[in-house]
Protein backbone atom coordinates (compact mmCIF):
# COMPACT_ATOMS: atom_id res chain seq x y z
CA UNK A 1 0.00 0.00 0.00
CA UNK A 2 1.82 3.43 -0.99
CA UNK A 3 2.00 5.75 1.46
CA UNK A 4 -0.98 8.10 0.41
CA UNK A 5 -3.20 6.02 0.80
CA UNK A 6 -2.05 5.15 4.52
CA UNK A 7 -2.16 8.39 5.10
CA UNK A 8 -6.12 8.18 4.20
CA UNK A 9 -6.72 5.39 6.31
CA UNK A 10 -5.10 6.92 9.26
CA UNK A 11 -7.67 9.63 8.59
CA UNK A 12 -10.39 7.62 8.63
CA UNK A 13 -10.03 6.06 11.63
CA UNK A 14 -9.06 9.38 13.53
CA UNK A 15 -5.14 7.93 14.18
CA UNK A 16 -4.33 11.77 13.88
CA UNK A 17 -0.97 11.07 15.06
CA UNK A 18 -0.19 8.17 11.99
CA UNK A 19 -1.49 10.68 9.66
CA UNK A 20 0.56 13.59 10.78
CA UNK A 21 3.80 11.47 10.45
CA UNK A 22 2.91 9.84 7.10
CA UNK A 23 2.31 13.37 5.43
CA UNK A 24 5.31 14.77 6.60
CA UNK A 25 6.94 12.10 5.18
CA UNK A 26 4.68 12.68 1.81
CA UNK A 27 5.56 16.61 2.17
CA UNK A 28 9.71 15.91 2.50
CA UNK A 29 9.53 13.72 -0.48
CA UNK A 30 7.16 16.24 -2.47
CA UNK A 31 6.97 19.86 -0.84
CA UNK A 32 4.29 20.99 -3.42
CA UNK A 33 2.02 17.81 -2.80
CA UNK A 34 -1.02 19.89 -1.97
CA UNK A 35 -2.91 16.65 -0.45
CA UNK A 36 -0.77 15.76 1.72
CA UNK A 37 -0.86 19.58 2.73
CA UNK A 38 -4.53 19.46 3.40
CA UNK A 39 -4.56 16.14 5.05
CA UNK A 40 -1.97 17.40 7.26
CA UNK A 41 -3.43 20.62 7.62
CA UNK A 42 -6.59 18.36 9.08
CA UNK A 43 -4.72 16.47 11.53
CA UNK A 44 -3.14 19.62 12.85
CA UNK A 45 -6.39 20.88 13.51
CA UNK A 46 -8.15 17.55 15.09
CA UNK A 47 -5.20 17.54 17.83
CA UNK A 48 -5.33 21.10 18.58
CA UNK A 49 -1.75 22.27 16.83
CA UNK A 50 -3.78 25.36 15.49
CA UNK A 51 -0.90 27.24 14.49
CA UNK A 52 0.49 24.21 12.63
CA UNK A 53 -2.63 23.64 11.49
CA UNK A 54 -2.93 27.39 10.02
CA UNK A 55 0.36 26.81 8.33
CA UNK A 56 -0.14 24.04 6.42
CA UNK A 57 -3.17 25.19 4.90
CA UNK A 58 -1.57 29.24 3.87
CA UNK A 59 0.88 26.51 1.90
CA UNK A 60 -1.56 25.23 0.22
CA UNK A 61 -3.50 28.22 -0.66
CA UNK A 62 0.19 29.65 -2.32
CA UNK A 63 -0.08 27.00 -4.06
CA UNK A 64 -3.43 26.98 -5.16
CA UNK A 65 -5.34 30.11 -3.65
CA UNK A 66 -8.91 28.70 -4.63
CA UNK A 67 -8.10 25.43 -3.11
CA UNK A 68 -11.77 24.88 -1.26
CA UNK A 69 -10.27 22.14 0.98
CA UNK A 70 -7.48 24.64 2.09
CA UNK A 71 -9.93 27.60 2.05
CA UNK A 72 -12.52 25.79 4.46
CA UNK A 73 -10.04 24.35 6.39
CA UNK A 74 -8.38 27.65 7.19
CA UNK A 75 -11.42 29.19 8.08
CA UNK A 76 -12.42 26.19 10.36
CA UNK A 77 -9.29 26.54 12.20
CA UNK A 78 -8.96 30.50 12.68
CA UNK A 79 -12.74 30.20 13.99
CA UNK A 80 -11.48 28.39 16.97
CA UNK A 81 -9.93 31.24 19.76
CA UNK A 82 -7.25 30.75 22.33
CA UNK A 83 -3.99 27.97 21.65
CA UNK A 84 -6.39 25.00 21.47
CA UNK A 85 -4.79 23.31 24.51
CA UNK A 86 -8.43 22.22 25.81
CA UNK A 87 -9.22 22.03 22.42
CA UNK A 88 -11.97 19.21 21.93
CA UNK A 89 -13.13 18.57 18.27
CA UNK A 90 -16.91 18.28 17.40
CA UNK A 91 -17.02 14.82 16.72
CA UNK A 92 -15.63 11.67 18.39
CA UNK A 93 -13.38 8.68 16.81
CA UNK A 94 -15.00 6.22 14.97
CA UNK A 95 -15.02 4.50 11.49
CA UNK A 96 -16.00 6.60 9.09
CA UNK A 97 -18.77 5.25 6.46
CA UNK A 98 -18.23 4.21 2.69
CA UNK A 99 -21.23 6.36 1.09
CA UNK A 100 -22.87 3.55 -0.72
CA UNK A 101 -26.24 3.74 -1.83
CA UNK A 102 -28.76 0.89 -0.97
CA UNK A 103 -32.56 1.63 -2.54
CA UNK A 104 -34.39 1.96 0.45
CA UNK A 105 -31.68 1.97 3.40
CA UNK A 106 -30.14 4.39 2.42
CA UNK A 107 -30.38 8.30 1.19
CA UNK A 108 -28.29 11.77 1.12
CA UNK A 109 -30.17 14.41 2.09
CA UNK A 110 -29.64 18.28 1.66
CA UNK A 111 -30.09 19.64 5.26
CA UNK A 112 -32.40 23.25 5.96
CA UNK A 113 -32.28 25.99 8.05
CA UNK A 114 -28.61 25.68 8.98
CA UNK A 115 -27.10 26.65 12.52
CA UNK A 116 -24.10 28.54 12.92
CA UNK A 117 -21.76 28.83 9.59
CA UNK A 118 -18.66 28.75 12.35
CA UNK A 119 -20.07 25.50 13.75
CA UNK A 120 -20.92 23.87 10.43
CA UNK A 121 -17.03 24.98 9.00
CA UNK A 122 -15.36 23.04 11.41
CA UNK A 123 -17.14 19.59 10.27
CA UNK A 124 -15.50 16.96 7.74
CA UNK A 125 -16.87 14.46 5.41
CA UNK A 126 -17.10 11.51 7.20
CA UNK A 127 -18.04 13.18 10.66
CA UNK A 128 -21.30 11.74 12.29
CA UNK A 129 -23.84 13.10 13.31
CA UNK A 130 -27.46 12.56 15.10
CA UNK A 131 -30.94 12.53 14.85
CA UNK A 132 -33.46 13.80 17.34
CA UNK A 133 -36.75 13.43 16.82
CA UNK A 134 -39.12 16.77 18.53
CA UNK A 135 -42.55 18.20 17.48
CA UNK A 136 -41.88 19.10 14.69
CA UNK A 137 -39.25 18.38 12.82
CA UNK A 138 -35.95 16.49 13.04
CA UNK A 139 -32.82 18.40 14.45
CA UNK A 140 -29.27 16.78 12.79
CA UNK A 141 -26.91 17.56 16.07
CA UNK A 142 -23.02 17.32 15.63
CA UNK A 143 -21.78 14.40 18.91
CA UNK A 144 -21.14 17.78 20.81
CA UNK A 145 -24.48 18.67 20.76
CA UNK A 146 -24.19 21.51 18.78
CA UNK A 147 -27.03 22.33 16.32
CA UNK A 148 -26.00 21.91 12.40
CA UNK A 149 -29.79 22.07 10.56
CA UNK A 150 -32.81 19.77 10.19
CA UNK A 151 -34.28 17.48 7.68
CA UNK A 152 -36.46 18.98 5.13
CA UNK A 153 -39.88 18.44 6.21
CA UNK A 154 -41.52 16.37 4.01
CA UNK A 155 -38.79 13.66 4.88
CA UNK A 156 -38.88 14.65 8.94
CA UNK A 157 -42.73 13.55 8.87
CA UNK A 158 -41.96 10.00 8.05
CA UNK A 159 -38.83 9.77 10.26
CA UNK A 160 -40.58 11.07 13.18
CA UNK A 161 -42.32 8.05 13.38
CA UNK A 162 -39.52 5.74 12.18
CA UNK A 163 -37.48 7.27 15.49
CA UNK A 164 -40.36 7.34 17.54
CA UNK A 165 -41.22 3.43 17.23
CA UNK A 166 -37.70 2.42 17.66
CA UNK A 167 -35.64 2.46 14.27
CA UNK A 168 -31.95 3.00 14.28
CA UNK A 169 -30.07 5.41 12.05
CA UNK A 170 -26.50 5.86 11.49
CA UNK A 171 -25.68 9.44 9.73
CA UNK A 172 -22.52 11.07 8.59
CA UNK A 173 -21.58 14.51 7.13
CA UNK A 174 -21.57 13.71 3.24
CA UNK A 175 -20.57 17.33 1.84
CA UNK A 176 -20.89 21.03 2.63
CA UNK A 177 -19.99 23.94 1.06
CA UNK A 178 -19.03 27.47 3.41
CA UNK A 179 -16.70 28.78 0.88
CA UNK A 180 -19.15 31.34 -0.37
CA UNK A 181 -20.93 32.93 2.47
CA UNK A 182 -23.49 32.15 5.24
CA UNK A 183 -26.11 32.77 2.37
CA UNK A 184 -25.15 29.73 0.32
CA UNK A 185 -24.18 27.86 3.06
CA UNK A 186 -24.61 24.12 2.38
CA UNK A 187 -24.62 20.78 4.30
CA UNK A 188 -25.77 17.41 3.09
CA UNK A 189 -25.65 13.98 5.33
CA UNK A 190 -25.95 10.49 4.32
CA UNK A 191 -27.91 8.13 6.33
CA UNK A 192 -28.55 4.72 6.40
CA UNK A 193 -30.96 2.55 8.52
CA UNK A 194 -29.30 0.47 10.66
CA UNK A 195 -32.48 -1.23 12.37
CA UNK A 196 -36.12 -1.32 12.07
CA UNK A 197 -38.65 -1.64 14.49
CA UNK A 198 -41.31 -4.26 15.11
CA UNK A 199 -43.78 -2.26 14.17
CA UNK A 200 -42.21 -1.17 10.87
CA UNK A 201 -40.38 -4.40 9.83
CA UNK A 202 -41.60 -4.44 6.69
CA UNK A 203 -41.49 -0.83 5.96
CA UNK A 204 -38.16 0.94 4.25
CA UNK A 205 -37.27 3.83 5.61
CA UNK A 206 -36.48 5.78 2.34
CA UNK A 207 -39.11 4.24 -0.47
CA UNK A 208 -38.14 3.64 -3.35
CA UNK A 209 -39.16 5.71 -6.43
CA UNK A 210 -39.52 4.49 -10.26
CA UNK A 211 -39.63 6.85 -13.30
CA UNK A 212 -41.24 4.88 -16.13
CA UNK A 213 -39.73 5.77 -19.62
CA UNK A 214 -41.78 6.48 -22.34
CA UNK A 215 -40.94 5.63 -25.76
CA UNK A 216 -42.56 7.82 -28.91
CA UNK A 217 -44.05 5.91 -31.26
CA UNK A 218 -44.11 6.95 -34.88
CA UNK A 219 -45.86 5.14 -37.34
CA UNK A 220 -43.27 3.77 -40.37
CA UNK A 221 -45.94 5.29 -43.23
CA UNK A 222 -44.60 8.87 -41.93
CA UNK A 223 -41.20 8.18 -42.00
CA UNK A 224 -40.24 5.43 -44.73
CA UNK A 225 -39.44 7.66 -48.16
CA UNK A 226 -40.76 5.03 -50.00
CA UNK A 227 -44.64 4.98 -50.80
CA UNK A 228 -46.31 1.27 -49.95
CA UNK A 229 -46.89 -1.01 -52.62
CA UNK A 230 -50.76 -0.81 -53.09
CA UNK A 231 -50.96 -4.28 -55.49
CA UNK A 232 -51.66 -2.45 -58.81
CA UNK A 233 -49.44 -3.06 -62.15
CA UNK A 234 -48.44 -0.32 -64.31
CA UNK A 235 -51.10 -0.79 -66.55
CA UNK A 236 -54.00 -0.71 -63.75
CA UNK A 237 -52.25 2.48 -62.33
CA UNK A 238 -52.52 4.13 -65.35
CA UNK A 239 -56.15 3.34 -66.06
CA UNK A 240 -56.66 4.67 -62.26
CA UNK A 241 -55.62 7.43 -63.41
CA UNK A 242 -58.32 8.01 -66.27
CA UNK A 243 -60.89 7.01 -64.25
CA UNK A 244 -61.39 3.15 -66.27
CA UNK A 245 -60.23 0.78 -63.37
CA UNK A 246 -62.68 -0.49 -61.01
CA UNK A 247 -61.48 0.24 -57.91
CA UNK A 248 -63.69 -2.82 -56.11
CA UNK A 249 -60.80 -4.86 -58.36
CA UNK A 250 -64.01 -7.34 -59.04
CA UNK A 251 -63.07 -10.21 -61.96
CA UNK A 252 -63.77 -8.76 -65.40
CA UNK A 253 -66.43 -11.18 -67.21
CA UNK A 254 -67.15 -9.52 -70.44
Same mark, same amino acid.
Given at each position: ???????????????????????????????????????????????????????????????????????????? @?? +?????????? #?? =???? *???? %???????????????????????????????????????????????????????????????????????????????????????????????? @?? +?????????? #?? =???? *???? %??????????????????????????????????????
Amino acid at each position: MDLARKAIDAALVRDWKTAIAINLELIRENPLDIDSLNRLGRAYFETGQRNKAISAYQKVIQLDKFNPIALRGLSS @TK +SVSGTLKNFR #PL =TTPT *TAPI %FLEEPGVTKTISLTRLGDPATISRLHPGDPVSLVAREHCVSVMSNSSLYLGRLPDDLASRMRSFLKAGNTYGAWVKSLDTTQGAAKLSLKIFMREV @TR +SQKFRNVPSF #PI =TEKL *TYAA %FTPPELIHEEKPDTGFSDDEKSEMVSGSVRTSREPDFT
